[in-house]
């Protein structure tokens, strides 16, 4: 059973920042992608980031290109999200992924921007 630790959401004031961690277990986490997705109240769940299994490739949603950076280290079954420069409209729960391959979910993190 795949299992799923979020944490680093929180409260930030726009043009803030924060770093969102996600420890996977419960699979071969260094051979499959994983990435962040993100909904906000009301709206359908939207693609934030993913990285391939050895970080050779990144993909970014236009809406946080230049801002979100997604890394993760294998040694730590972990994945990062740092997100700098934030607004009000990443505003949403963030929930990571692993596709192994059926897609698996975590439970989420809410991050709020607001002053």
């Known amino acids: 059973q795949v299992r799923f630790v979020e944490s680093g959401g929180g409260l930030v004031q726009p043009g803030g920042s924060l770093r969102l961690s996600c420890r996977v277990s419960?699979?071969?986490?260094?051979?499959?992608?994983v990435g962040w997705y993100r909904q906000a109240p009301g709206k359908e769940r939207e693609f934030v980031a993913t990285?391939?299994?050895?970080?050779?490739?990144?993909n970014y949603a236009d809406s946080v290109k230049g801002r979100f950076t997604i890394s993760r280290d294998n040694a730590r079954m972990t994945v990062y999200l740092q997100m700098n420069s934030l607004k009000p409209e990443d505003t949403a729960v963030y929930l990571c992924?692993?596709?192994?391959?059926?897609?698996?979910w975590g439970q989420g993190t809410q991050v709020t921007v607001s002053s």
């Open positions: 990285v391939s299994a050895r970080s050779t490739t990144t």
């Open positions: 992924y692993i596709d192994n391959p059926a897609r698996n």
């Open positions: 419960g699979t071969f986490f260094s051979i499959y992608p």
